[in-house]
Antibody, heavy 125, light 107 residues
């Protein structure tokens, strides 16, 4: 079964750090581009970050650039998101999501065909 | 940045109804559009990509149409499991972005 499982969420104070992990199974992880997408409580979806299959290309949303770092370990079938200098507005459910190969473009990030169950990050004092 | 609107924001319908949701772009995006379904407490699920291509495993009662700036998601015969929130997403330009969502609830 194709599956993504996130972990690492929790309660953190403003200015603090957190590292999210996403474990992939059921597919050849090293062949796929991966992303993080978040959803604030009661709000819509916001794309956060992208990493290419090899890890050589990385993109960030302006809202997290300079504070978040995406990485992957293909040997461990794992995706990561290091979140520093956290703010209240970063409070959200964070999903890892696989890019659909049929929607890949050279200009932007495509659609997302597999999603994890999400992990909640709460930034509050 | 491409601005996206969805209408209606809330749609009350009954099982068996034909339902149509609209997604409009601030600029043309050809057919680089996807639709997702999200149920409470669950992750989104991809329904349609390339504006009209049904994702594998998605029931045929779902269909998508449109190109350029105006797109439509249609559910031909609403089932009980279809009550959810639906989002469109453009992947024509960077950054990829989502519409604000349309909640389909029980009339």
């Amino acid at each position: 079964e194709v599956q993504l499982v996130e972990s690492g969420g929790g309660l953190v104070q403003p200015g603090g750090s957190l590292r999210l992990s996403c474990a992939a199974s059921g597919f050849t992880f090293s062949s796929y581009e991966m992303n993080w997408v978040r959803q604030a409580p009661g709000k819509g979806l916001e794309w956060v970050s992208y990493i290419s299959s090899s890890g050589s290309t990385i993109y960030y949303a302006d809202s997290v650039k300079g504070r978040f770092t995406i990485s992957r370990d293909n040997a461990k079938n794992s995706l990561y998101l290091q979140m520093n200098s956290l703010r209240a507005e970063d409070t959200a459910v964070y999903y890892c999501a696989r890019e659909h190969t049929s929607t890949m473009t050279t200009v932007t990030v495509g659609a997302f065909d597999i999603w994890g169950q999400g992990t909640m990050v709460t930034v509050s004092s | 940045v491409i601005w996206m609107t969805q209408s209606p924001s809330l749609l009350s319908a009954s099982t068996g109804d034909r339902v149509t949701i609209s997604c409009r772009m601030s600029q043309g995006i050809s057919s680089y559009l996807a639709w997702y379904q999200q149920k409470p407490g669950k992750a989104p699920e991809l329904l349609i990509y390339a504006a009209s291509t049904l994702q594998s495993g998605v029931p045929s009662r779902f269909s998508g149409s449109g190109s350029g700036t105006d797109f439509t998601l249609t559910i031909s015969c609403l089932q009980s499991e279809d009550f959810a929130t639906y989002y469109c997403q453009q992947y024509y330009s960077f950054p990829p972005s989502f519409g604000p969502g349309t909640k389909v609830d029980i009339k």
